[in-house]
């Protein structure tokens, strides 16, 4: 660190020899170039790096710049917003305070913490200001009726104008879904040229020496038949130090920075173990990845197995690149073998698991699975794999006989609710609470029961009362519902218990769309009064709201409860008894 | 926004001309290939090339009809072929099958692949293998930056985080090099260099070397600075749920390109609609870094005044009319347009938010973050995993919570991965696997003062005591990097003051005033020093990697030095952005944001799924 924070990058500044073409005319020209430029443009990209400089010359021209600049218009000054932003800031003030104000006597949980800021719950004040605000602007003016779409169009933010790339590809796979379903004999090119084989045969032996320079456009200008084009190959334009290239003569140092610039290199002359490694170690000190990834496909090429893995050992940035590059050309085996030769037993074997995902046919996958049990997974993850393998044995039989019954139609349950997707393949909790919805009475020693499920894969307490509640509260039981909260004590009394939070039980009942009547009762359960207010209050179970505030002797807010109801309802005239109920020491 | 906001904001240069560059490379490219050909489009690569070109740019280059990448074999009929690609193996090895596929049939075609940004030598050696080098041309686009706005600028390049970070493959970082290199030589020269993690010191030496490669031209520098900061410098920030109103979009709607695609809910029509948000937008302009309570007051005072607006066309005579109808009739529809746009937006975003508790999910992170009831956090999260919400967002708190505990307790971590699994499926293994290996959920490790400690004490009572003990102490002793980051930075404000949203006094606010984004402090915290002085105690918990250099003689007093480019490699969050505005408006500095692509926390976490390798 030391080291480079004493190290000035210097940027000389001086002024190269620059011939530079304003774009304007560069532009200008590519219109009228013929082949012959392009030839020319062309092999001046053929050097990679170089058409990037290319393309910055041009435009480090100052003149230029400002050109363009004023042609792109400008958002006004920053200093006037801010001044009318301030400007604002009262009115914006008093708006705000407007919507929020009713919400301040709702109980939120900002309370108990500072950030007395901004609720998303109970949104209904705020959803309900907002809509005003719409319906005003809706209903400003009768000039809105005169929008045409077009207009809408040349304020250029329909993001998608008809055009556009994107939408155009979307026409085009549309027309070709056409296309497809007409009988698709390959048409047969008649100006296809016997050539065309023997053309592949040109490709150059040494992959670095790589680019298409030469190779590529001989090809192209044979069959074009422009042999004119060849004046402008490559390697006529460049300096002669580049030349080198030919005879191969670099250094493991030049090398590596003609790989740097995506520049063709022979790699073959580094035939040393120790060279190779020089050359692998200072394109690791180059920090590129795409030379390293080079130099390893080389290596890979040229030394065995042993040699290469016991090397890659020590140089870790190397071997995460050698086994990225290992996972994106997907040679698996290789891979694995390479894990197992590090000891990196239990990567290889989440690698060879993973691979149940290519096998569709789910018994071939439990199989498959099954032979997974004998990998060395590390930590928990061997339970988690045979967990996988008897839950998808498991579905298997559940969905033979499931499938079985639903077409034999004998179970009502499966003609009221007919299952919408096969149970194969789906997690866990999902498996439950299907069985939960279709099983739930079984007796304990078939698959399908949910007791026998939860035995099997130890689930917890809670998350077997979540996913049952859930299923049976689906199914509008509510009878079922109410037992699961059933207990009686030694006494015989029964009391209604959950593992779960009776403001949870409410939540999945709501979400199930319980009828408020069920809702009541367990909203009654929760226990903290504050709580059970805001539930009661969301969920409209008056009642609940009124007794609460009766028995926390809340006159305030009993009375301000009594806007909210209906006028002349039952809820209306039970508040009114209270209030005037002399007997209640209210503390307001 | 902030009434301390400066008023001598420099002015930023103009990026459009980066999109001019790309444009004129890509058409030169094209006519490498003279004639009449198909194009054969990257999916990921449509929108960016829809930010800078259009069906007409390409038609007027020869291109008769464009295609999606779809691996599948190909319909087109051309006999020339033009592949636009990202540099992946996979994509080049379903070319070679198609050309390999065209000499089996005897057909003769001419193919050529423009790679952008760059091409890899693995994927050359794809097509050598394939038996296909020499048959196809290769090139390269360079279109490494695509500016978003006029102070965003993107590389589109969603896989740098998990190339980088996960597999540890630096291809891209000569990649980000040469696009700094790029911003250098338009605007340079930089006199400034700060940077922080391990990718950043990297890039910063492959820019450096190609500086010294070629050659600058003397020129009135336009940007002075520039800060480089790794993505896993700060993992907090992208796990946070966004607020600020673009954020919030994005964590919604998904923002893509600077376009973000409105369904019917929003439209109240049967079709979505595609909108551009930008600072072109005058609506979005000035909501976009608001906290997102502020929004709606926004939203109805600009009715309002739209309103009188209108209004004041009655009682005009011809004349006025006529200049009214002329002058502002145009601007006042398009304005009432955005606002019914983005009130629909928000009603929309108010529904959704409702409907999953958001409430709760922000208290908990806020309880995290603040290292506040910690055991009440961990029963919300596992219920929340119970009832199989959202898989994304139980992975999100499960992370949070590592984070910012330093790791789970081996307890919790047992028994929140296996109830993971079992909701959400157990081929998470290997999601499980990759989020240890990046570091974003992992098991405490029980520390060797502490099995001193223990065993002490464990001499002491019997068994069962002590291992109630081994969690309390454990407790104690977990020194959280995050909470001494916390209180050495002062991340979270003091709990007993009130934060009024409307005022912001400090980045903070963009997380409703309970955290202020870690990447953002460190960058103004080095701003302010001028350097890394003081901060030690912090870099050491980041786990260092910083550095600050000095290069060109700076033009002290220009605004050049004012104009600071902050580049994210990995990708950063509109939340991010918007705090640095306000940071820039506070300070009266202007910040443009490089970023390899705009992230948030679901595509943080799909990234490191395991299901698209």
Redesign the interface.
Known sequence: MTQLNQQVFSMETEAGPFCLSSLATVTKERRLSGRRKSGLKAARSANGSGSVRFVLRIHTGRTDRQRVSTTTPRSPAHPEAVTSNSGRKTEEQRQVNKMMKSKADEEDYWNSSKYNAFTFDDADDELSALKETKKAVNSIGPLLAEDDEEDWERVSWSGEPVGSISWSVKEMAASNQRADREPAFPKISTETPSLSKSQSGISLSSLFKGKPKGGNLQTFNDVLGDSSLRLYTPELRKPKSEYKDLVSDWSAEETVQRLQQGKGVTLEKFRSLQDKLLLLDLAVAAHDGNAITAVLIYLKRTLCKDVLFRELESRQTALRHFIHYLTESREQRLLLELLRALGRTEEAALLQYKDYKNIADENKRRDFLKSCLSLQFGGEDGNHVQDHYTLLERQIIIEAADRKAEREGKQEVFQKFPRKASILNMPLITTLYYCCFYHYNEPEGTFSSPLNVRQTFKISEKQYFTTALAARAKLKNWADVDAMFNSRNWLGFSKKKSPLSFQRVVDILQKNSAPTRVLQEYVGLVSDAELRIGLAQKHKCHDIVINTYRDMKDRQQLAEYRKKVERGSAEERKIDELLSNQQIRWKN | ?A?S?R???P?LP?L??LK??AR??L???L??L?GKKDLF?ESDL??P??RI????T?KQHEVD????VEHKPI?S?S?QICFLIRP???TVKWICDVVNAD?A??????YKIIFTP?????C???L?EQ?????V????W?FYLLPLD?DIISLELPEFFR?NFL????????TAA?AL??LH??F???SK?YGIGRCS??TY??W?E???Q???????AEIGNVFLIDRDVDFITPLCSQ?VYEGLVDDIFRIKCG???FGPEVTSSDKS????LN???KVF?EIRNE????V??????K??N??TA?DKRRGMDIQQMKTFVSEE?KG???E?????LH??A??SI??K??KQ????L??TE?CLLEGFEIRECISFI??HI???VSMIESLRLLCLLSVTENGLLPKDF?SL???Y???????H??TF?NLKQLGLLVEQQPGETLTVMESKVGKLVNDRTAGKLTDAFSSLAKKSHFRALSRKLNLVP?????????VPRDMAYIF???YVPLSCKIIEQVLERDGWTGLEEVTRLIN?????????DPQSKSDAQRIILVMFLGGCTFSEISALRFLGKEKGYKFIVVTTAITNSSRLLEALL??N?
């Open positions: 926004m009434h906001a008023r001598d904001s002015e103009d459009s001309l001019r560059l004129d490379q058409i030169y490219l006519e490498q003279p489009i449509m929108s090339l829809d070109a259009n069906v007409s390409l009809k464009l295609y999606k319909v009929i006999d992946r193996i996979q000499k049939a005897g057909k003769f075609r001419r760059q091409k890899f030598y693995a050359e050696a794809v050598e038996g296909v080098f020499g048959d041309t290769t090139d390269e360079a006029e190339d597999a540890g493959d630096q291809r891209w970082v000569r040469s290199h790029l030589s338009l340079g020269p930089f260099v010191k990297m030496e492959s450096r190609q500086v010294e070629g050659e600058q031209k003397a020129r009135h607020v376009c973000v695609e609609l595609k909108v551009m600072s072109q937008d302009n906290h997102f309570s502020n709606f007051g926004f939203l109805s005072q009715a309002r739209l309103q209108y009739l006042l529809k398009q009432h347009r955005l606002l019914s009130i629909s928000s009603e108010m529904k938010k409702t508790d958001f409430q709760e922000l208290k806020h596992e219920e119970n009832r199989q047992k991965k296996a109830q699994l079992q909701s959400y499926g157990a081929d293994l290997l696997s003091k709990s007993d003051e009130e934060y009024d949203l409307r409703s005033g309970a260092g990697h910083e550095f600050a250099v000095t290069g060109a395991d299901n390798v």
